[in-house]
T-cell receptor, first 115, second 116 residues
């Protein structure tokens, strides 16, 4: 069974450019999460969806960040315009509600470098 | 790819020894705790969890201990192996209601280096 699939694995872009990160969750999972990981702040939850509906976006740093989940098998995280401080590894994770477990299934991440 | 990188606390362990990784959590209302392992270039991977009505839970070669009095969590790895080298994160969640989903708050992580 394929895990969470993220693309691209690596992205290098220049300040001001638009960045789109993509995620395919595990089939059947009804929760999808976007996390950001940096040396300074560790793993931060940006936003999560339940059944394709955004539930909590309080972790989204600012209006330059947006996330969508048009269907159960696809989500995007967009940064427009990008800034050097957005450089981080962005993880997508999915999970299945079943009496509540903490088992999030993470993708391998998208490493973003903004020059 | 890297996880958090250079500023993590590091635990060096001899292969075959037991490892103990500690975590202080912040919210006394947290009622569910999880340990994740992150290998270089990969996403975090679930290891073991524990609910607040328990103080100990065992898995395969791993044991999690919870002390709610001092808000402390620990992960013990028995007979540490080279494949255990990774960054380990504790995470907390509250409250355990469905509407909140699996919203976890992660700690800063501890790097474990296993020496052959």
């Amino acid at each position: 069974d394929a895990g969470v699939i993220q693309s691209p694995r690596h992205e290098v872009t220049e300040m001001g450019q638009e960045v789109t990160l993509r995620c395919k969750p595990i089939s059947g999972h009804d929760y999808l999460f976007w996390y950001r990981q940096t040396m300074m702040r560790g793993l931060e939850l940006l936003i999560y969806f339940n059944n394709n509906v955004p539930i909590d976006d309080s972790g989204m740093p600012e209006d330059r960040f947006s996330a969508k989940m048009p269907n159960a098998s696809f989500s995007t995280l967009k940064i427009q315009p990008s800034e050097p401080r957005d450089s981080a590894v962005y993880f997508c994770a999915s999970s299945l509600w079943g009496g509540f477990t903490g088992e999030l299934f993470f993708g391998e991440g998208s490493r973003l470098t903004v020059l | 790819g890297e996880s958090v990188g250079l500023h993590l606390p590091t635990l060096s362990v001899q292969e075959g020894d037991n490892s103990i990784i500690n975590c202080a959590y912040s919210n006394s209302a947290s009622d569910y705790f999880i340990w994740y392992k992150q290998e270089s270039g990969k996403g975090p991977q679930f290891i073991i969890d524990i609910r607040s009505n328990m103080d100990k839970r065992q898995g395969q070669r791993v044991t999690v201990l919870l002390n709610k009095t001092v808000k402390h969590l620990s992960l013990q790895i028995a007979a540490t192996q080279p494949g255990d080298s990774a960054v380990y994160f504790c995470a907390e969640a509250y409250p355990m209601i469905k509407a909140a989903g699996n919203k976890l708050t992660f700690g800063g992580g501890t790097r474990v280096l296993v020496k052959p």
